[in-house]
């Protein structure tokens, strides 16, 4: 399980803690934690890609990409773009992907997740 928001990094690192994801009783590892800035460029974004003769979006660095999502729980400061690099990444990586979103911004990563919750 995975925390995006919007909210700043103390605070999703808090409601984290409160609810499960984070650990209470070690210190948090380098990725564990991390703003959407310093994911997206770590990634390298979004790039297009021919498969099977169509173009799609794949994530910029696949490798930097698989270091950050075995570790990463929480990603705060994190924008609409953030979110669907991450979605898309993990898809591409044979998860499967629910999403949960409150607003319009969430539609994208929404409609691109196997399940997309809107509240």
Do not use: H
Request: aromatic share 6%.
């Amino acid at each position: 399980m995975r925390m995006v928001t919007g909210d700043n990094i103390l605070t999703a690192t808090a409601i984290a803690k409160e609810c499960g994801i984070l650990p209470t009783n070690r210190e948090i590892g380098e990725w564990e934690v991390v703003e959407g800035k310093k994911f997206r460029e770590f990634v390298g974004g979004l790039k297009d890609e021919q498969v099977d003769g169509k173009t799609v979006k794949v994530v910029g660095n696949k490798e930097n990409f698989a270091k950050v999502s075995r570790e990463m729980k929480v990603m705060a400061r994190a924008s609409p773009e953030d979110k669907y690099i991450l979605v898309t990444g993990l898809i591409a990586e044979g998860n499967v992907i629910a999403v949960t979103g409150d607003g319009t911004n969430d539609a994208p990563a929404l409609k691109k997740a196997d399940v997309g919750f809107a509240m």
